[in-house]
């Protein structure tokens, strides 16, 4: 079965929104003050910058070239790459606040 018209239109911005929003928490959290790392820190960091390649790699997954038109294998890859970016993002968003 194809995937709905504008699906991969759907996804992009989607994606785009939400690496936008994680990009500019991470800069109010302050990644740029001199004070000592903690652990936590470095894994607030680390589950940000997954969630970012995932959800940067979102328009280039569900864009790619298929074999027959029916075909939404890449839409399916980039769900699923949306959905593990926008958890990740959020669990970063949840450790820096927990911390």
């Given at each position: 079965?194809?995937?709905?018209?504008?699906?991969?239109?759907?996804?992009?911005?989607?994606?785009?929104?939400a690496f936008s929003?994680?990009?500019?928490?991470?800069?109010?959290?302050?990644?740029?003050?001199?004070?000592?790392?903690?652990?936590?820190?470095?894994?607030?960091?680390?589950?940000?910058?997954?969630?970012?390649?995932?959800?940067?790699?979102?328009?280039f997954v569900a864009?790619?070239?298929?074999?027959?038109?029916?075909?939404d294998d890449g839409?399916?890859?980039?769900?699923?790459?949306?959905?593990?970016?926008?958890?990740?993002?959020?669990?970063?968003?949840?450790?820096?606040?927990?911390?």
């Amino acid at each position: 079965m194809p995937s709905p018209a504008g699906s991969v239109v759907a996804l992009s911005s989607a994606s785009a929104t939400a690496f936008s929003f994680g990009i500019a928490y991470l800069g109010y959290w302050g990644v740029h003050e001199p004070a000592p790392w903690k652990f936590t820190d470095v894994l607030v960091v680390m589950f940000a910058l997954g969630g970012f390649a995932c959800l940067g790699l979102v328009p280039f997954v569900a864009t790619r070239p298929v074999r027959q038109e029916s075909d939404d294998d890449g839409v399916r890859v980039a769900r699923r790459l949306f959905l593990g970016g926008v958890s990740a993002v959020w669990l970063a968003l949840t450790l820096s606040i927990v911390k």
